[in-house]
């Protein structure tokens, strides 16, 4: 009789062993790389967060009639800004004309570049804080935020910091050597690099003030995103730690201990990149909000704030 015999592979069954384990560490690959994916796709989204509005009026900051005045910049590719100058605590103006002979009055002007989040509505805590202490302000806000067009970039938000500065000094006609940069956050980033470029075009301001900022974008994405490849896949980098050794101007760092947004070896790694003193030989200040935070600043630490800035402009108009 013929007697039939049944041949097991051993190597196929030995091959879907194999696939059968490396199956789920496949599946956690793709996984992986959808999110990567979705990092890079969306990153901006994740960047900038406005709120959009059809108009922002004056009386939104609810300050007294006529220290708040509608102002617009016309960026390089035709986009309109909006914003506020914010004139200092018990002055008043009637109209444009008003506003030029307050600024021709010479008290300093401060370029307010807002965090990344909202729009100049939800500010008046902290720009109230700089009209206390003497200045005007200056508030736009980004393209793509409040009552702007466009969408924001990183490069794009440089354009448009440079033509506020010409707004300012042109049309305007503030002297640089009056002018503050005051970035919060993210414009941080944004008034990092104005500084810079301007100290560069041998324009430098009269003095940088930055509060709750980074080192850099990526060194923040790696803090909140510490499984992505930050490094390889950001876009809008804001790399003010490569940018502040070349800015001239005095240097005021304000910082939260309690930060768990922007961590505060974020803020001193950019103070330890930033020169020791300014061209005319001030010297870089970094100053501590004990119990402060990121979003809070104003809430819990503003007479800190608000001595420190004064101090900053004090040091500034004694030289």
């Known amino acids: 009789p013929t007697t039939s015999v049944k041949i097991i592979s051993q190597p196929r069954t030995a091959s879907r062993l194999r696939w059968r384990s490396l199956r789920p560490i496949l599946w956690c690959l793709v ?18 967060i406005p709120t959009r509005e059809a108009t922002i009026e004056p009386r ?20 309109t800004l909006h914003g506020w100058h914010v004139l200092a605590d018990g002055r008043s103006a009637a109209d444009r004309a008003a506003c030029d002979r307050e600024l021709a009055v010479g008290r300093p002007l401060i370029l307010y570049f807002s965090g990344n989040a909202g729009n100049r509505r939800f500010r008046p805590s902290e720009f109230g804080i700089l009209t206390s202490v003497g200045a005007d302000v200056f508030i736009f806000d980004y393209r793509g935020y409040g009552d702007n067009s466009g969408s924001p970039s990183e490069e794009l938000l440089a354009r448009d910091a440079r033509a506020i500065w010409n707004y300012a000094t042109q049309e305007r006609a503030v002297g640089a050597d009056r ?13 990092v690099r104005l500084a810079a470029e301007l100290s560069q075009a041998g324009s430098a301001p009269a003095g940088l003030i930055v509060r709750s900022t980074f080192s850099s974008l990526v060194e923040a994405g790696k803090y909140h995103y510490p499984f992505l490849p930050v490094r390889l896949a950001l876009v809008d ?24 947004i922007m961590p505060i070896e974020l803020g001193q790694r950019l103070f330890a990149a930033a020169p020791e003193k300014s061209s005319n030989g001030i010297p870089k200040q970094f100053v501590e909000l004990e119990n402060a935070g990121h979003n809070d600043v104003t809430l819990v630490a503003e007479n800190e704030l608000r001595e420190a800035i004064q101090d900053f402009l004090g040091n500034l108009n004694r030289e």
């Not at 005045?69 to 035709?78: M, S």
């Not at 002018?179 to 008034?191: D, F, K, N, R, T």
């Open 31 to 48: 996984g992986y790389l959808a999110v990567v994916f979705m990092f890079g796709f969306l990153q901006r989204s994740l960047i900038y």
């Open 60 to 79: 939104d900051a609810g300050l007294p009639r006529g220290q708040v005045h509608t102002i617009t910049v016309r960026a390089a590719d035709r986009v």
């Open 179 to 191: 002018i503050i940069l005051y970035g919060e956050s993210l414009g941080g980033g944004v008034a």
């Open 237 to 260: 980098r804001f790399d003010s730690v490569d940018r502040i050794s070349d800015v001239k101007c005095p240097i005021l760092q304000l910082h939260g201990v309690r930060d768990d």
